[in-house]
């Protein structure tokens, strides 16, 4: 079974402009979660999706969304990106059956990098 | 709330040797899952084990053995015989009763010099 991927793998954006982020989760896993990590913060949550819907949300700023689509993939934008925008954005995937302290499986992640 | 804490910030061993990594975790719920990822330098979070707040039996699975102890709100983690392979940041995390969102302790960073 293919892993969970993330695409791109590596992005340099401005200050000011916006990045959209993609996922796709391990075939039959319907519950997407996405992460951030920074060197000063470590891995923080951002967000989870489950059947086209936001089950739960992290405490980030509004410039941060995301959205699922009906085959489960996902994909997150930041807008009016900042330099502190700047981290390894990890997308995982789980069953979503339950809902509840299921396995998340990670993808590489997206490393952006805000100038 | 909940939290998760990893006093080791740097481990360096040389192979062969047996390590210890340690997490102690804080939560208010009864029920609660932990869990150990490792991230080797290409970025990715590999899975490595998880339990649940009911099951305190330790776990082994080949070199890496896990001690869950609720009396000390500990899950530490052990790699016997250490490889290079082994080096790489460990993250212990938890989930919290009914939710799905995981919090991650600070990690260790772990080197196996040859």
């Known amino acids: 079974k293919a892993g969970v991927t993330q695409t791109p793998r590596y992005l340099i954006k401005t200050r000011g402009q916006q990045v959209t982020l993609s996922c796709s989760p391990i075939s039959g896993h319907r519950s997407v979660s996405w992460y951030q990590q920074t060197p000063g913060q470590g891995l923080q949550f951002l967000f989870e999706y489950f059947s086209e819907t936001q089950r739960n949300k992290g405490n980030f700023p509004g410039r941060f969304s995301g959205r699922q689509f009906s085959n489960s993939r996902s994909e997150m934008n930041v807008s009016t990106l900042e330099l502190g925008d700047s981290a390894l954005y990890l997308c995982?995937?789980?069953?979503?059956?339950?809902?509840?302290?299921?396995?998340?499986?990670f993808g590489p992640g997206t490393r952006l990098l805000v100038l | 709330a909940q939290k998760v804490t990893q006093a080791q910030t740097e481990i360096s061993v040389v192979e062969k040797e047996d390590v210890t990594l340690d997490c102690v975790y804080e939560?208010?719920?009864?029920?609660?899952?932990l869990f150990w990822y490792k991230q080797p330098p290409s970025g990715e979070l590999v899975f490595l084990i998880r339990r649940n707040s009911f099951d305190e039996q330790n776990e082994i699975s080949g070199r890496y053995s896990w001690n869950f102890q609720k009396s000390t709100s500990s899950f530490n983690f052990t790699i016997t015989a250490s490889q290079v392979v082994d080096s790489a940041v460990y993250f212990c995390?938890?989930?919290?009763?009914?939710?799905?969102?995981?919090?991650f302790g600070e990690g260790t960073q772990l080197t196996v010099n040859p």
């Open positions: 995390a938890l989930i919290e009763g009914s939710g799905s969102r995981l919090t």
């Open positions: 939560t208010r719920d009864t029920t609660y899952y």
């Open positions: 995982a995937s789980s069953l979503g059956a339950t809902g509840v302290g299921e396995t998340q499986y």
